[in-house]
């Protein structure tokens, strides 16, 4: 089983940056994807970034330009650099990962979130 981690959510004020992880743990063969969502209260959950073990990325119309994952392989880690935050990116963040554990079975596993809040 992969257990996933997050840290790094909080209260800033708009325009300031948040940088977010969620980290791996548990026996790993692959890890394929690492994405990240959020849902805001009252909303439906929406992909924000995603990155592929080749280093490929996709973002929301909504975020890019100012939002930027990267991951750490040697640690299992992704991270969400988020830079001139709006009130309107206040949501719980979550990340998943999918790929295979030993015996080649696929895994699909998400984090426990965590809150993002920005206002003044």
């Known amino acids: 089983q992969v257990h996933l981690v997050e840290s790094g959510g909080g209260l800033v004020q708009p325009g300031e940056s948040l940088r977010l992880s969620c980290a791996a743990s548990g026996s790993i063969l692959s890890i394929d994807a690492m994405t990240w969502y959020r849902q805001a209260p009252g909303k439906e959950r929406e992909l924000v970034a995603e990155?592929?073990?080749?280093?490929?990325?996709y973002y929301a119309d909504s975020v890019r330009g100012r939002f930027t994952i990267s991951r750490d392989s040697a640690k299992n880690t992704v991270y969400l650099q988020m830079n001139s935050l709006k009130p309107e990116d206040t949501a719980v963040y979550y990340c998943?990962?999918?790929?295979?554990?030993?015996?080649?079975?696929?895994?699909?596993?998400w984090g426990q979130g965590t809150q993002v809040t920005v206002s003044s």
């Open positions: 990155i592929t073990s080749i280093g490929k990325t």
């Open positions: 998943r990962m999918r790929g295979l554990v030993p015996g080649i079975v696929p895994y699909d596993s």
